[in-house]
């Protein structure tokens, strides 16, 4: 059995984990069998031995570990590395294996699906071209590419439809029965899928008051968003909602609260007009805090019996974030 752990919740973990399922199955032809297992930025440890129950085990989208049951490695993230011991043991082991690397990092992806795919075709000679339309939508939601804020909330797409449903799901078994059927049938094919559809009608019910929900939390001020809504517990909403609402923002900074952590979001506005050089270093950011993400969103995990110090940190970014933002002399700057 081969366990493929991914990151959970999120459009470009599932393409990554469906599109490894099948570059492997067709490469290699090992395993009899994939499992998979959805992996959670929380608080404090991220792995468990426990999970690395397979006879080969690989990790898509998500942070590095040095456990010897991981034998394949896939990750985009600026903070990919727990520590710089991580850090080091990959770099080690890449020097050891450079003839036959198991274990991939680069963080200039858009996603991490469009790494496998590379890594894939150019290493193992894997056919990607079946797959170019899930590699576009991967790049396009993971890198926040939407035409504009309507579009990506607008929700018209079938990609986009998915994508809210994988954000929101709280059944374990739903996206791991969603993964195999991303690189089996066009993404149309796969949203219409009765089980899907089932999941899909509540969450656009929820969508809509989500955007309600924000539209009387979210405020602005010298170019940040900020908002709580931890007494509304929620296990996912549209990040691109605030921007929707305050297009004029340039960053998010948003407290929710989920069944296992206290999530404090940091992002930057996909279509601001601020050039990218004065734009904050959101990672650089959130790894302050024991966080990370990529140089335009992050985000970080606080215990969930922890709402103060959640706040704390929150304030302590969306003021850095204000700096930054009178530095600039954004016309959005308030007196």
Not at 126 to 155: C, M, N, Q, R
Not at 188 to 210: C, I, S, W, Y
Not at 230 to 245: A, C, H, N, R
Not at 301 to 323: C, F
Request: aromatic share 10%; net charge negative.
């Amino acid at each position: 059995m081969f366990r493929v752990l991914f990151h959970n919740n999120c459009f470009d973990g599932a393409c990554s984990a469906s599109l490894f399922t099948r570059f492997h199955r067709e490469c290699f032809g090992t395993a009899g069998e994939f499992r998979y297992t959805g992996l959670q930025h929380r608080a404090g440890e991220q792995f468990r031995e426990a999970d690395f129950d397979g006879d080969e085990n690989a990790i898509v989208d998500f942070k590095y570990t040095p456990s010897p049951k991981v034998t394949w490695w896939f990750d985009h993230h600026q903070s990919a590395f727990l520590s710089e011991a991580d850090r080091k043991h990959f770099e080690h082991g890449a020097r050891q294996t450079k003839g036959n690397p198991r274990k991939f990092f680069n963080e200039t992806y858009t996603s991490c699906t469009g790494l496998i795919a590379d890594v894939a075709r150019e290493r193992f000679g894997f056919d990607t071209a079946p797959y170019a339309d899930l590699l576009h939508w991967a790049d396009i939601i993971d890198g926040a590419k939407f035409e504009s804020a309507d579009a990506a909330v607008g929700l018209a797409a079938p990609a986009i439809k998915l994508m809210t449903v994988i954000e929101s799901a709280s059944d374990p078994d739903f996206i791991p029965r969603l993964i195999p059927l991303l690189t089996a049938q066009p993404l149309d094919a796969t949203l219409g899928e009765n089980f899907v559809q089932e999941a899909l009608a509540p969450r656009l019910e929820k969508h809509g008051r989500d955007i309600e929900l924000l539209r009387s939390r979210a405020v602005e001020r010298r170019g940040v968003i900020t908002f709580d809504i931890t007494d509304q517990p929620t296990e996912g909403y549209s990040k691109f909602i605030p921007y929707y609402l305050l297009p004029q923002a340039v960053y998010v900074v948003g407290l929710s609260k989920s069944s296992f952590r206290i999530k404090i979001s940091v992002g930057t506005n996909p279509w601001t007009t601020v050039p990218v050089e004065h734009l904050a270093n959101i990672a650089a950011i959130c790894e302050r805090y024991g966080g990370g993400g990529h140089p335009r969103v992050g985000a970080i995990s606080v215990p969930v019996d922890q709402l103060a110090e959640a706040k704390r940190i929150a304030a302590e970014v969306t003021a850095e974030l204000e700096a930054l933002g009178q530095r600039n002399r954004l016309p959005t700057d308030a007196a």
